[in-house]
């Protein structure tokens, strides 16, 4: 299965920015995309951004649209994601993800982020 390593979480306030990182290994030789998914606190795990791993095609949930840009290094099995114009409501735990084509998914431990007003 493949594994999945986050970072680049931590505070910062309202309007500021950040940059999450996920660093892929196994098998991944499969992908199909990776992405990034958040579940704040009391709340369901919602999905955030994706990316396909052949083509580039990205696809984000309407409220981070113009404010986070999720982008990838095939070479080195990493995805990003670009957090900008941060708000408090974007405060979670932010997972990475990864599908194969077989439709396998597997999940990154998470990393916080926290937005102060």
């Known amino acids: 299965q493949v594994q999945l390593v986050e970072s680049g979480g931590g505070s910062v306030q309202a309007g500021g920015s950040l940059r999450l990182s996920c660093a892929a290994s196994?098998?991944?030789?499969?992908?199909?995309?990776m992405g990034w998914f958040r579940q704040a606190q009391e709340k369901e795990r919602e999905f955030v951004a994706t990316?396909?791993?052949?083509?580039?095609?990205?696809d984000y949930r309407d409220s981070v649209k113009g404010r986070f840009t999720i982008s990838r290094d095939n070479a080195k099995k990493t995805v990003y994601l670009q957090m900008s114009s941060l708000k408090p409501e974007d405060t979670a735990v932010y997972y990475c993800?990864?599908?194969?084509?077989?439709?396998?998914?597997?999940w990154g431990r998470g990393t916080q982020v926290t937005v102060s007003s």
């Open positions: 993800s990864h599908d194969t084509k077989g439709a396998v998914r597997s």
């Open positions: 196994g098998p991944t030789f499969n992908t199909y995309a």
């Open positions: 990316i396909r791993w052949i083509g580039g095609t990205t």
